[in-house]
């Protein structure tokens, strides 16, 4: 917890001195947001313990990573003149076939959660190792910050550097649970 809590204190007072163009689309602070979320996949993928749970875990981590970059968007569709400045989806030819095979790709999810009853293994892991609730209320609280910053352009600063802080915290959480060594 204490690690999520500085996690969050240092992204705040970040914020104070971080140029706002390093928080744009395909800046430093998106690229370690981006990084760390990976560290979750490779910790979620690696768990021995309730492992189909983990991996579909890792499967929600990849679909946040591909909403982080707009589904390559935003990395590969910038207009000639400007790097901050996007395509839309609409004007890119085959901008409907991503969008729905990120669709398709939510749905699957989601059915895999249900289908095969992995809802189940939640309350499973959590008797095996209980909840951090002190992360638990440092994450919400950091999905708040980013949420209510991310109404106002002028607190873009902020709002990136707390859902970096989010995803630490997930970080964070992804190692204490994918390493459980706890008999079932």
Not at 91 to 103: A, D, H, K, L
């Amino acid at each position: 917890m204490h690690l999520a809590l500085w996690s969050g204190v240092l992204c705040f007072l970040a914020g104070f001195w971080m140029p706002v163009s390093w928080c744009y689309e395909n800046g430093p602070v998106e690229y370690l947001q981006l990084a760390c979320m990976g560290g979750i996949v490779f910790l979620c993928c690696r768990a021995t313990q309730y492992r189909e749970f983990f991996l579909w875990c890792a499967a929600v981590m990849l679909l946040l990573m591909l909403r982080e970059i707009n589904c390559g968007r935003t990395l590969f569709f910038a207009y000639p003149d400007s790097s901050v400045r996007f395509y839309k989806w609409s004007e890119i030819p085959y901008g409907w076939v991503v969008q729905t095979c990120y669709g398709v790709l939510i749905a699957v999810t989601v059915l895999w959660f249900f289908v095969r009853k992995l809802f189940v293994r939640v309350p499973q892991v959590l008797r095996m190792r209980p909840l951090p609730i002190g992360c638990v209320g440092i994450l919400l609280t950091e999905i708040i910050i980013a949420r209510v910053c991310e109404t106002d352009g002028a607190l873009m600063v902020w709002e990136e550097l707390a859902e970096l802080s989010v995803v630490v915290t997930g970080l964070i959480v992804a190692g204490l649970y994918s390493g459980m060594r706890c008999s079932r």
